[in-house]
C-alpha cells in the first residue's frame, strides 16, 4: 500500500511556515503499516492542485491532501478534489449546526462562505473537527485510489488524525490484523549509536518492526506489531523488547509518546513526595523553566535561584567566597555548594546546580561547553558530574538541563 | 520565473524530521525574487528521483535538488542527475584536498565512498562545502530548466546557500538589477492585523515588494526593491519604510534578521548600563533563561528568583505575606511587591516580576490565562499590566516572557 501527502498552501509553498503536517501525518501512516513514497507542495492554486492531485491517484493507493478547507476564496481543496472525482458536495448537518451555534454565541452574524466548512465530498465519509470548524472527508474507492481530505493548521490536523482518521483507516485496511504500538524512552545515547546496536533487529524484524526517532537529545523507539488479536501482539512486543533491552536498557527511561524525561522524573517526585530546588548559573532559569512546563509542579516545586554572577552565588544562596576564590564559578566543589545551599535554604529534600562556560566564549580558561551539575539528596553525600559538550551557546543549556534531569532520576531510589 | 524545490531522503519521506530546508530555500529564493512554485518529497531511490526530475524539469525554469551528496550507496543525487542530463561526473581538485587533508588530521584511511563528495557535474559550477565535505553544484542550461545540487545536512545546507548559492544566482539572473532587502520587527500585533492594515501596499507594490512573516509573537516584514544601484534602493526602501511607519510605527521594535525582541532589550540595557533582575512565579525561569540566550547579558544581569509557592515570595524576596492574604497571588499588588523587592534584594535599576495562571487549570478563582507583569524601575513609579491569555500553559509562559520584554522596551528612556 502506497500514500502520498499533498500540502496545499502558499505559505508552506514560500518557506513562510514548516510543512510539519507531512511529517505528523508520515508518522502516523507509518504506525499503521502505510507507507508514503512521494509528497508534494503546491500552492493556492486551483489548477496546479488538480494537476498534483492527477499524479498522485495514478502512483499511490492512498492520496492526503491537507490545507485549504476555510471559509476564504483562497480554500480550494475540497472544490477541487469533488471536481476531479466527478462528484457533488454535501453539507454536514452536525458541522452546520456546529458553526451555528459557535456563531449564536460569539453574537456574530455567520456568513454565506462559513457554510462551506460544513461540505463534504457526496459518497465520503465526513471527518467532525475537534477544534474547529471546517470538516474532513475520507473517499474510499474499489479499484481507484481512496482520497483523505485534512484541515491545514496543524493543531485541527492532529486532533482529527488520531480521533477520526487512525479507528478509520484501520478499520477499512486492517479488518483482519490488529496493530499494537510501544514506545520505548531512551537517554544517554544518541540516535545513531542506538540504531547501530540495534541495526540487524531494524534490518531483519518484520513483525514487530522497529523505528527510532530522536528529539532533543531524547531518542525513541517505537516496536509495532500485527497480527489477529491484541493478546498475540503484545507478546511479541514483550519478546522484542527484552532484546532491546538487553542491549541498551541502561539508557531506557520511560515508555509512552507523550512521556519525555522531565515529566518522568516530576512524577517520579510527586510520587515519592521529594521536594526540589535549583541554583543556575550557565542556565539562567531553563532547568526550572523546564519543570515548570509540566502541570502539577508546584506540589514539588517551591522555587529557586539564578545566580549568574558569582556575587549573587554567596548573597542569595551563601555559596562560601572562600570556595569561588580557591576553584572558581566552574568547579566540582562550587557546584557542591550551591546544590547544598539552595537546598538548605528553601528546604527541600533535593538541591540540584549548574554552573559552565555556555559560550561562546571560554571562561576562568575552561572552554565554551564545560559545565558542573551538582546534587544534593537527603541523607546522601553531595555529587557533581563534569560534561564537556560544544561551543554552541544554546545547545549546552538545553544539553545541561537534560543532564541535570537525568542525574536526577538515577539517583532516585528504584521505584517497586 | 519559476522555481521548485525536490528533497531527497527516506527520513523526511517516512516524517522522522521536518522539511525545514525547503522552507529556508524558499524564503532565500524569495528574497531574490525567484518564487517556487511547486515542492516535491522522494525517497533515496534512483527512478523516483528520476521522475521527479522530469516532471520538474518541464515545468520550472530552475530545479533545486537537496540531499543525497554524502559517501554512502543511499546517496544517489549526483549520480541521477548527471545521467538524467547526459553528462558524466568530474572530481573537484579543491574538495579532494579537503577530504584527504580531513583523513590525514583525523588520522584515519579515506576510503573510495569519500572520494564521491567531492564530485560534480560536468559542465556545471562546483559550490564549496564550508561546513562539510560534499561539493553542490549548479547547472546553468540555455533553453532549459537550470539546476542546483545542495547537501542535505540544514546546518551545510545554509552555509553553501548564504555563501555560495546567493551571489551565484545573483550574478546569474540578475546581472543587471542590484536587489536591496530591509527587515522591520514588530511586536503586539499579529501577522494578519499587520497584514490587513498594509494589504494595499502588499498586493499592489511590485518594487520594492512587502512581505510579512509570523514566528513567536514577533512579526517581520521584509522590504525588498531592485534597481540599477543600491542608493537607488536604499531611497525606494526608505519611502515605503516611511509609509509602513505611519500606519503600524508604533509597533516597530527593531531592524535585521537575527535580532529578536530580546537581543534589541538586552543590547538596549547593556549600552545604557542598566541592571536587571526578574522575580518569577508562572514562568517559573522562562524570562531568566530568555535573557540568558544572549551572549553578554552577564553585564547587566547578576541573577534572580523563581518563587515558584507563595512562601518563597515571602521568603526569598519579602513580598509581605499581608499583601498576599490581602490580594492573591495573582493581583496587582502582589506582581508590585515581587518587582519591587526583587530589585531591592539585588540592588539592581530594574526589577522586573511574573504571577498569573499558567493552566490548564484555574487558579484562586482565575482563570487560565490571567497574567500580571509588574516592572519596578529606578527613581519611577512600580507598575503593574493585567493579560488575559488562552489556557495553553506553554504558550501563555511564552507570551508573558515577550510581553515582559515589550515592557521593558516601552519604558526605557528613548535612545539619542
Known amino acids: 500500500m502506497q500514500a502520498e501527502i499533498i500540502a496545499v498552501g502558499t505559505e508552506i509553498l514560500l518557506g513562510q511556515i514548516d510543512n510539519t503536517n507531512a511529517s505528523y501525518v508520515a508518522r502516523g501512516l507509518a504506525d499503521l503499516g502505510i507507507s508514503v513514497f512521494h509528497q508534494q507542495v503546491v500552492g493556492d492554486n486551483g489548477p496546479r492542485l488538480d494537476d498534483a492531485v492527477s499524479l498522485a491517484e495514478q502512483r499511490s493507493d492512498l492520496v492526503v491532501v491537507m490545507g485549504g478547507l476555510g471559509p476564504t476564496k483562497d480554500d480550494l481543496t475540497k472544490q477541487i478534489v469533488a471536481r476531479h472525482l466527478d462528484r457533488t458536495l454535501v453539507e454536514d448537518e452536525i458541522a452546520i449546526k456546529k458553526i451555528k451555534l459557535h456563531y449564536q454565541q460569539s453574537d456574530r452574524l455567520m456568513g454565506d462562505s462559513d ?30 485510489a481512496d482520497f483523505l481530505v485534512l484541515p491545514g493548521p496543524p493543531r485541527e490536523l492532529m486532533a482529527m488524525f488520531s480521533s477520526e482518521v487512525v479507528p478509520l483507516l484501520k478499520q477499512t485496511y486492517l479488518q483482519l490484523d490488529h496493530l499494537t504500538s510501544r514506545v520505548l524512552r531512551f537517554f544517554g545515547i544518541g540516535e545513531a549509536a542506538l540504531a547501530r546496536k540495534l541495526d540487524d533487529l531494524i534490518s531483519e524484524q518484520t513483525n514487530p518492526t522497529l523505528a527510532t526517532y530522536a528529539k532533543d537529545a531524547e531518542v525513541t523507539l517505537r516496536l509495532t ?10 507478546a511479541r512486543l514483550d519478546e522484542l523488547e527484552q532484546q532491546v533491552k538487553a542491549r541498551v536498557g541502561d ?17 517520579r517526585l510527586i510520587k515519592a513526595n521529594l521536594t526540589l ?10 532547568f ?5 512546563e509540566v502541570p502539577g509542579v508546584s506540589a514539588i516545586f517551591p522555587g529557586g535561584f539564578v545566580t549568574y554572577a558569582a556575587a549573587a552565588k554567596t548573597q542569595l544562596i551563601g555559596v562560601p567566597q572562600a ?19 539552595a537546598r538548605h535554604v528553601l528546604k527541600t529534600d533535593i538541591g540540584i546546580s549548574f554552573t559552565g562556560v555556555a559560550g561562546p566564549e571560554a571562561l576562568e580558561g575552561q572552554p565554551a561547553g564545560t559545565v558542573w551539575i551538582g546534587l544534593s539528596m537527603l541523607n546522601q553525600p553531595v555529587i557533581a558530574r563534569e560534561f564537556h559538550f560544544s561551543d554552541d551557546r544554546q545547545l549546552n543549556r538545553r544539553r545541561a538541563v537534560m543532564n541535570g534531569l537525568n542525574l536526577i532520576l538515577r539517583s532516585l531510589p528504584t521505584e517497586k
Do not use: C
Open 323 to 341: 570556595t569561588i576564590a580557591a576553584h572558581g564559578v566552574v568547579s566540582e566543589a562550587t557546584a557542591k555548594a550551591m546544590a547544598q545551599q
Open 277 to 286: 530546588t535549583a541554583a543556575e548559573s550557565l542556565t539562567a532559569g531553563l
Open 288 to 292: 526550572q523553566s523546564t519543570i515548570g
Open 225 to 234: 506489531a500485527s497480527g489477529p488479536s491484541i493478546q498475540t501482539n503484545e
Open 115 to 144: 457554510r462551506l466548512q460544513a461540505l463534504y465530498i457526496s459518497g465520503g465519509h465526513p471527518l467532525s473537527n475537534p477544534t474547529g470548524m471546517a470538516v474532513g472527508d475520507f473517499i474510499h474507492q474499489e479499484n481507484w
Open 251 to 267: 539508557f531506557l527511561y520511560g515508555y509512552g509518546d507523550d512521556n519525555s524525561l522531565v515529566e518522568v522524573v516530576i512524577k
